[in-house]
Each structure stands twice: as structure tokens, then as C-alpha cells.
């Protein structure tokens, strides 16, 4: 085995199976893949491995829309606390956000990817997409694309925008103050919604996709115009700066500001650690969500065809209904992936929590297709020593 396929870190005794499939796919992929595994089971983490070139298992990467998670728990917080209700109108929190139809968008709605606001006319500037307050001022002031609640499309570079100005409306903080001061900082979460300067040192660019001729082609024939759902909601319609998502958390800049769609900072550890502290506790700690709040968390609150994605999706209330992507998990399992390859996810009936971090951009985007062995893996050992 070479020292680049060879994994680094530890496993509890009953998990050496998943340092082995860890090694496995750091032996499939391309020369120069670099990723990280973690897992906490009942708050205590069984899973701590890392392999490949240059990448350490305190590194950083931009985690892109695994961030929605971190986002999501701070607005569960927010419902568990009676703070917001998720079906009461956006406008009672946000008043100027009723204007075009929009005046019967509940909280539901914009966490379910229903309100219609995927993405800007006209687009948005870059100075715009590291920044959640202006996202928000510009799709408080739109149109929707649809009737709110008759349909759905992944949100993908706003929902952290929008629901974020919802939380900045009742608490006086931004989604990232908010997560900040009430989830990262007192569980010691290697997740950053803002990464501070004195952290930049640990950060690993994202490498862009590697394609084979076939997916090169593969990703042609697929891509959207400039105008339509999907471009709009990737922001492909600046006239100047079309988003290029490959290259977004390399921007200082965006990883500085953490816009709580994509913006986010973690090693895997900080991954799976933001679960075990929304399910189990850690360090002794009290979980953050009660098992009601996680349950109503995770549920399915709208499954079909997707507007943005074009195919089928399902989604829970701000994160993926994960047992819909791995049906071996528990059917309350939650979580969500990054564009890069990122996967974080809780499933309550095992006590688990599971991140994966990767530092190529994976094919064709989403969760990276190693992913499912490995949770796999980590699910059937948390089983087995239960």
C-alpha cells in the first residue's frame, strides 16, 4: 500500500472495517485524492481517519452546501425555543419580504425549497454572493419563479440567505453570529459559518473535478442555459460573473463572510461533530435537539420532481432526508451534502453521526460517490457494537 492510499488516524475497536474501506477508496480514486472520515456514536467519536497528499485531519476545506445543515440547526434551535413557527407567514418576522405574491410564504416554505426565489434576475454580483444580507434584499424585493408552496427547486446559493434574514429579524444577530454564539463556539465545532484569519492556515483549496472524456461529456450534454431555473439558481445569469461553484469557497472573501447556503469551513471532525451535538451531546454536553425537534426536523416535507435539479428530490426541513440517498440508514436520519463531495448526516437510531470531507471536487457534484460504502461501513460497525 502506498503511503498515499494508506489512512491515517484511529478507529475504536469494532470499526476496523471502516478503515479499510476508507483505504479502498483512497485506492480507486486518481493520484493526489486527499479526504477525511469521522463519526461519533452517542456522542463519543469511534472514527477519525485522513489519507492522501498534504491534507492533515485538523485541515479545512470549504464544505459548500453541507453548510445548510449548520444553518438549519441554528433555525431548529429557534423553533425548539418558540422563537419562530414554521408556519406562520414570513412577513410577520419580515415585513417587506410580502410584496408580488409572496405574502402567504411561510417559514415552511422557504425551508422546503418552495418559495420561488432560487436565484436573482439578472444575477448576483460576487460581492453580492459573499454577502447574506444583499441575497436577501434582492429576493425580498422579486417575483417569485413559481406560486409559493405549488412547487419546489433547490434553493442552493439563498436558502441560507433567506432564512437567515428571517433569524437575523427576531434575534438582532445574523444566521452566522447566531451559529457562532449558540452551536460552534461552546461544543468546540471545527465548522465555521465565517472562517476568523488566524484559521486560514489550515485551509486547503478546493482542487477543481477531474473528469474522464465520458463525464466531460456527460456534463455538456447536461448543462442548463443561463436563463433558465437551473441557471438562475447556480447564478450562471450574471451578465459579467457567472458563479463558477468549483471555484467559490476559494475566495477568501467567501469563506470570511460563511453565506450560510455554501459558505461554510469544516474538517470532517467539525462534520461530524455538529451531528453529535445535535443528537447526543458531547463532552457531556446536553444534545441540542430534542428527539420531538430532531423528528420534525427530519421529516419529509416535500418529495417530487425538482424545478431546479430536474429530476426527482426530496427534502426535510432545511436538510436532505438522508435515508432517501442510503436507505440503509433509520428512516429520521438528516443531514446534507456539499457540491465538492461532502457528506454530514445524523441518524438518531443509531446514535450516529458521520462527516466526510474531500478535497477534489467530486463528479458530478453533490455527495461523492464513495460516500455510500463508507457510511455504509461506519452504519453496519455502529450496529454491531451497540
Partial sequence: MSSETAARGT????????????????AEERAGHSAQLAAYVDGQQVV????????????????????????????????????LELDREVRHYWPEFAVHGKGHTT???????????PGADGGFSPEEMADDRLIAERLGAQRPHWRPGAAFGYHALVIGALTGEVVRRVTGLTMQEFYESRIRAPHGIDFYMGLPEDQEHRVLDIQPMDPTPEQKRTLQESAAGAESLTGVAFNHNHPEHPTVLEELLNSRAVRAAGPASVGGVASARGLARLYAAAISGVDGAAPLLTPATAAEFAQVNVSGYDLVLRGQNTF?????????????LGARAFGHSGAAG???????????AFGYNRRRYAFPGGAAPEVGRLAKAVHDAAGRAR
Fill in 342 to 352: 461532502s457528506q454530514a448526516f445524523a441518524d438518531p437510531s443509531r446514535g450516529l
Fill in 48 to 83: 477519525d481517519l485522513w489519507g492522501g497528499p498534504d491534507i492533515e485531519g485538523d485541515s479545512l476545506t470549504g464544505v459548500f452546501s453541507s453548510t445548510k445543515g449548520a444553518a438549519h440547526l441554528a433555525v431548529a434551535l429557534l423553533v425548539q425555543d418558540g422563537t
Fill in 11 to 26: 478507529v475504536e475497536k469494532g470499526y476496523e472495517t471502516v478503515r479499510e474501506v476508507f483505504e479502498a477508496t483512497l
Fill in 316 to 328: 426535510a426541513l432545511g436538510f436532505a432526508a438522508s435515508s432517501d440517498t442510503y436507505p440503509f
Fill in 107 to 117: 417559514l415552511r416554505h422557504l425551508l422546503t425549497h418552495q418559495a420561488g426565489l
